[in-house]
């Protein structure tokens, strides 16, 4: 099952990746899941950065220094390792039975490179299904926080990358972007409220993870 956790800078997906999995290990669920000789693994990863390649990629798309970096190269480079990570460990994975949580995944690209920078869509749409051989999330959590909060969490986190120092209507058009894909697809993206305490986000989350598993 591929679980990718999805949201605008700062909303918490690292910290719920965590939680979440710490969940599936100690909460039992996992003994009930499938035909297992024993518990299915679950893994945690992450685009960009889910493979070696992945990361050299990411130190590229993030850094403060590819600043000139154009759209549509950008774009590319999102896809690029996100076809790496699918072939390499996605895939697989999927087809060994593993739950993987995903720190985001197709919908960022729609979000951030296509309502945030102004690509047109039915070329991401494109580009994503060559990139990901037509791997879709069987769920994904919409951490839905407000812009100037998350921006404000994630720059207290220390230096502020590339994507983070974005001026906050770009961020406000990716946020209109989770929105509108949320609204689109609202059988695979559910929204968790995360202006909410982590604790409490858990717990939401938790929830959707009980009704669909």
Not at 12 to 35: A, C, E, P, V, Y
Not at 126 to 131: E, L, W
Not at 165 to 188: C, M, N, Y
Request: glycine residues 8%.
């Amino acid at each position: 099952m591929l679980i990718v956790f999805e949201g605008v800078e700062g909303s918490g997906k690292t910290t719920q990746i965590q939680r979440s999995r710490d969940w599936f290990l100690s909460s039992g669920i996992l003994d009930t899941l499938g035909n297992y000789h024993k518990p299915p693994p679950v893994i945690i990863t992450r685009e960009p950065g889910g493979t070696a390649l992945g990361i050299k990629l990411r130190q590229l798309l993030l850094q403060e220094q590819s600043s000139s970096l154009q759209h549509r190269t950008e774009l590319l480079l999102y896809a690029a390792d996100r076809s790496q990570h699918v072939e390499e460990l996605l895939q697989p994975q999927l087809d060994a039975g593993a739950i993987i949580l995903c720190d985001r995944y197709t919908d960022s690209t729609i979000a951030y490179q296509g309502y945030g920078r102004g690509i047109d869509l039915a070329l991401i749409e494109q580009i994503n299904h060559i990139a990901t051989g037509g791997l879709e999330s069987d769920l994904t959590l919409w951490l839905d926080v407000d812009v100037t909060i998350g921006l404000q969490r994630a720059r207290e986190r220390g230096v502020a990358d590339r994507m983070e120092q974005a001026e906050l209507t770009f961020h406000q058009r990716v946020q209109q972007g989770f929105a509108q894909l949320a609204s689109q697809h609202p059988q695979r993206i559910v929204r968790i409220d995360a202006n909410q305490s982590p604790e409490a986000v858990q717990r939401d989350i938790q929830a959707v993870l009980r009704q669909r598993i």
